[in-house]
């Protein structure tokens, strides 16, 4: 799950992610969560934030599709 307002950053790291799992051969619904009650409830500092399995992962930048790739590692 991406946490962000909409943006282009937020949407760009949806699609990122998206192409990393992808690569990785991980079937994936990536959903951009863009309630700002949700985004507040998480206690992330920036957005945007990746969230997998409720743990943030990500925040406040958009990395590399092998940097995204390191960070599904432990979740695929």
Known sequence: MVLGVGTAKDRALRVSVWAAARKMGIIAEVVLVSDINRILASGI????????????????????????????????
């Open 45 to 76: 500092g920036e957005i945007p934030a990746l969230v997998i399995d409720n743990e943030v992962v990500l925040e406040g930048r958009l990395p590399s599709i092998s940097e995204i790739m390191e960070i599904l590692q432990p979740f695929a």
